[in-house]
């Protein structure tokens, strides 16, 4: 390598590392917001978190990076270059190219409102209180429309936000992949409702003390091997993961006393999500790379822990009598095989992340919808209630009492998250695709989790995707992984096959 | 106002309001590291501190600061400007002229160092290790001594640092002080040993129940007015106060199973601290003056809370039985008076932070005296163990087992902060001189404290020093609260009527 090439690339990784900083602060002071710094101080934090993020963001655009980039980009140079920094390189120039043209006014405006939103957004959902939530929530697509027009339209308007979180992937191609799905979905779902074998979840109907709900939380984390040397698990009204740094992915969930799952569920979720970013490659930190590839890898992960596993028969084979154990009498007389139909019911239900692992699919589907109405078809965010409300009927067959239970039962919107949802779909798509190969590679698969023994697994993933990072696309992951490209009847086929055996027909 | 002074004056709030984002961002990412963030992520961590550090530091020496705080303090300038913009231009011309000299990369190093070094003590000082630890106290002497050089030496090299915590405090002052002070002190603690009044202590060898503890501390941090709505109290091996903003003012506290009052005393401690920033003026937020205005200062609120009310017979008279519920059975045979007595019981101890009122003072020489032999008779940092052992011999007659319980045993060296000490008697006697204004201002002191109404004292206390936060100089504060300079007498006395009673003699 050229002296001169030597030089200039440790002085762009010395100005990455600098944006990985701000990334860790502004990491940490969102994290900290949502998991109990004091409601007085809110304000002032979400003005600090606006400050820091567009710190970073001019790092991003800055023309410091413009010139490494248009330097190091240069094929004589990048000829030079191993394949992992001409990856860095390249994800800097996505984000360069990007950005560039957004005024940092603009997005400190921007990122200082979304911070504001999700504290606001916490207060709205509890009291239902979509009327005093919407102007926030209008003006964030409002400047979600501007951030499109500078960002520049590909495709429609919708597929500028897509892009986001899965790269490559398009409206197009997600129409189609959501219409096969649901046709296959839709008769499923039929052939179970009409079933006479429903399985009986009444016993879930009682209170679950908190502090044993948690220690089997832990316990069960402990066994997928999340590291708490390099995490912890909190609180939070809404459960997520963040990656602070490669020693410090943190995970919360939120306990309900009356569901002995949902909190566990979250745990795996979340703990999904954290086992990727622990195990990314120690050569990859303090990069960029040193993420997730996609949302919809990252949702892959997280739905892969939480469904495929945590909601298998293997699984409460082996850890029904540990549950039992936490809650004394409270269990005892319910069989495993009873436990396990029963979280494994499927029922037309208002809340998201409550959902059983087929409707889940639907809900994701309206929400998908309904952005597209937004940023394609000009719909109002006033009218969200009544278009939500509708298609919950028009899908599920059922209407939210209340908008709480409704529209603004996630946190996404608040935080400007548009086009993220559809990951949740895409994850539990490349799941069921990359199940299916592991089962061929690990023919043990099923026995291993029987037996608790869930290390193989996460080394297993850990070596067809987690050590990767940014470093591979998500198409060339599943590519390299399955052998051919995302395909949506490798999901269809698992819920077929998981629920003709729970429901018997 | 001029329009031009107008503008100019917005842009250098602006830019001042940056720097406390910075300053947000840095003391959250502290806290994180020392009330439970992962292991791993601890060295990550410190560059990041390092990082974020630097930027503020920046700031604060920049040609655009040196730009605005030349063109307001033009006299023409400054005459049309307030009281309060004046001195935050004042404090920062401070900041500026004595760092504008420090390269930043060494300042980054220095940072970096100091965060690092703040989570190795941890380990250091339970493990007693100083030889491990040595390395990184000498270095940070090391570069301490060279920033001294920067800084420029006023008086002694000590003063240099003495003044960073002190404004306007001298070594000459402090020698005087501390040697009229411990020339009342030494006799007062003879008659004490000599006394055949001795307080029995021997009930407090208990185990008590940590939770129960928790409770008992949060309630009297909300008897003495703690907000916990701009502010929240967590664990960590050393208790500290820190203010995010005026809305987040958190506090920590370190339980000690055998000993019922070390984390209450902690929380009376640090409650103090946080009392102060909570209740600066709303119109400094934003800006430097919405901090303490000197450590001295600073100390004595927590002084006072923790000591001059908590170590009180009125406090007791009110708070006594609501401990023993706390506690069951425990101190049911225990009576009140004998109670107050065993926690005001003077004894030469090894801790600082569990020393009683008296003999706190002599740890605080010891460090006073040993830092001015680093700093002007360049003692090394290798012979620390065995000065500090002399002289704890010499002043206290006790040798320290093991350095855990020795030189080890306080954070402030690990953080590079020299010259602090002092601070916590020049707290005590700032307290002790508040305090006899207080009783004069406010007759019914005593029966407020002994009525559970703490409240009247917190606002004599915000109307007299809180409020002002920074806006007036430690000097102008005593001055006007109690007519005269800072006098050793008035804690002397204090503690001379106090111990007289209790020991009788």
Redesign the interface.
Known sequence: MDNDVKVKLEQFKELV??I???Y??VA??HW?LRT??????????S??IG??DT?MFKLQISDEMGGYLEYLSNPNVADQLDDIDRRIILDCQKEYERNKKIPAKKFQEYSVLTAHAQTLWEDAKENSDFEGFEPYLSKIVDMKQEFIEYWGVKGTRYDTLIDMYEPDMTVEKLDQVFSKLRGRLVPLLEAIKASRNQPDNEFLNQIFEKEQQEKFGLFILEQMGY??????QDESVHPFATG?????V?ITTHYLLDDVTSALFSSLHEGGHALYEQNIDANL??TPLAEGTSMGIHESQSRLWENMIGRSRSFWERYYSDLQQHFGPQLQDVKMEDFYRAVNRVENSLIRIEADELTYNLHIIIRYEIEKMIFNEGLSVKDLPQVWNAKYEEYLGIAPPNDGLGVLQDVHWSGGDFGYFASYSLGNMYAAQIINTMRKELPQFEQYIANGELLPIKEWLTDKIYRYGKSRTPSELILAITGEDLNPDYLADYLEEKYKEIYKF
């Open positions: 590392r600098k990985r900083s701000y860790e602060a940490l002071l900290d109990g710094a004091p409601r007085k101080g809110a304000e002032v934090r003005e600090t400050m820091l710190e590291d708490f040397e390099a995490g912890r602070l740094n490669p020693g410090d943190r930190a303090g």
